[in-house]
């Protein structure tokens, strides 16, 4: 897969392309290229020796998500090629919600340390005689 990053966010309509190749050559013996989606049923793209496939991403939940494609001749496909992409179609709610969720936490830690240095002051100082 030539336009797809290891590790890409992606959202909407993605289009995936490729080149069938062999040993570092174009095989024009490929009659076919396939793509799964989450180790999904395997579906045919369009073309062979240059392939696309469109994803609607729309239709996967947000996150992680593994694309594999192979080039199948009739005995035997080719090895995988696999991408690991992850899927933000609602950056705006889900990153709202991590910011929530960090604020909490800054806010939680800040109030323990705050206790902490209280209590720490009681033991460390004391009244000279």
Known sequence: MVSLADGQTVSGTLVMKGTAKEDGAVRPNYPRVEVSVDGGLWQNA????????????????????????????????????????YVNNHPTENNTRIVDNICLALLATTAILMVATVVTRIFVYKKAH
């Open 46 to 85: 369009s073309g062979t020796t240059t392939w696309q496939f469109t994803v609607q991403t729309e239709n996967l939940p947000d996150g992680v998500h593994r694309i594999k494609a192979r080039a199948c001749d009739p005995i035997a496909c080719s090895a995988e090629d696999a991408r690991t992409v």
